[in-house]
């Protein structure tokens, strides 16, 4: 059985230097170290090793896929640091953000940047014109979708209640769509039929649901120092996730909901207000209720690789759903 977090740390520093081939010494100096700061920091890269498990699950060259494992990993990186600005967080992966580091002009420039150059990558791939026309519009697309969901979330913290539903269609296009772009280009340049794309295509989109629920169970009961990010975030921003929502459905208390509001979304609100808010979330089952639901999206994520015949990517995908609901990290 794969372990995925040792095949995503191997696959990590395989594309480590592939990261690393595109950004070239240039000036302004400032505006290149942003660019370079995420990307070259590392982390699970997840949706650069869903490129290339994807391929080689459908039986393809997996060096082909490499390009586009770079160019989804800028993408990605492009935006998390536009998420860092937006929610104003002041750590990434234990470091200082970009726009703590380089300030908040240079880290959009360099968030613009870094998309730029995963387009000229993906020019690099070695595949038809009609392949590279359908691998261009799932990637623009889910950056498309990916702004839709960001702005959801905005609209999210405005103070009314959100519902389940309007969570999880906010992280289906925050998360689950780079995923499935991931996926299913990987899939195309596998040469996949259109059957086994479109199953890889819901596989990663239930993974990446899966991933940020319990991204977002992290956020509230994860250790920091593994994370390498706040946990008091959420609640200060008063964000809605898989947790809050239900809290705002489960909560029969009137004084457990009185305190629970007026803490919920309190930007100043003391670690001890926190730690209230977290036993209330804990005491309602709320938690648990997350932690449930993303284990089910885990496993349709891995229902839908039945059609891919037995291989060592196949296990890897079938583990990575697992692990996004398991880790500690």
């Known amino acids: 059985m794969s372990d995925p977090k040792r095949i ?12 690393r081939l595109y950004i ?7 505006l290149i170290g942003a660019v370079r700061q995420y990307p070259y920091a590392g982390g699970k890269r997840i949706r650069p090793s869903l490129v290339i498990a994807s391929c080689g699950a459908v039986g393809g060259e997996k060096s082909k896929a490499i390009p586009l494992a770079v160019a989804i990993e800028y993408i990605h990186n492009f935006t998390l640091i536009h998420d860092d600005i937006i929610d104003g967080d002041e750590k990434r992966r234990g470091m200082i953000t970009s726009h703590m580091k380089y300030g ?26 009609g392949d590279l026309r359908r691998i261009l ?54 040469g996949a039929d259109n059957s086994i794309i479109e199953a890889i295509r ?25 994370t390498g990010k706040s946990i008091t975030n959420d609640i200060r921003r008063g964000k809605y ?43 309602s089952g709320s938690i648990d209720y997350a932690i449930k639901l993303a284990n089910k999206y885990s496993k349709d994520a891995m229902s839908e690789l039945s059609l891919l015949t037995s291989s060592e990517d196949k296990d890897f995908l079938i583990e990575l759903a697992k692990y996004a609901v398991t880790r500690s990290v």
């Not at 002009?105 to 595949?127: C, H, M, Q, R």
């Open 24 to 30: 070239k010494d240039e000036c302004p100096e400032n």
């Open 8 to 19: 995503l740390a191997e696959m990590s520093r395989d594309l480590d230097s592939q990261i």
């Open 241 to 283: 996730t898989a947790i809050t929502c239900h809290a705002v459905e489960s909560i029969k208390e009137e004084n457990e909901m009185r305190t629970f509001r007026s803490i919920f979304g309190k930007v100043d609100g003391s670690e001890e207000e926190i730690g209230v808010v977290r036993s209330i979330l804990k005491k």
């Open 137 to 190: 519009r799932f990637i623009t697309a889910a950056v498309w979708d990916l702004a839709r969901g960001q702005q959801m979330d905005i609209n999210n913290e405005s103070g009314k209640s959100v519902t389940i539903k309007d969570y999880i269609e906010t992280i289906r296009l925050k998360t689950g769509v780079l995923f499935a772009a991931s996926a299913v280009g990987g899939a195309l340049i596998g």
């Open 104 to 129: 908040i002009p240079t880290a959009i420039l360099a968030g613009d940047a870094l998309f730029g150059k995963a387009l000229n990558v993906l020019s690099e791939l070695e595949v038809s014109d």
């Open 202 to 226: 819901r596989y990663a989109t239930s993974l990446g649901i899966a991933f940020q629920i319990f991204d977002d169970v992290l956020g509230i009961v994860g250790d920091p120092v593994k």
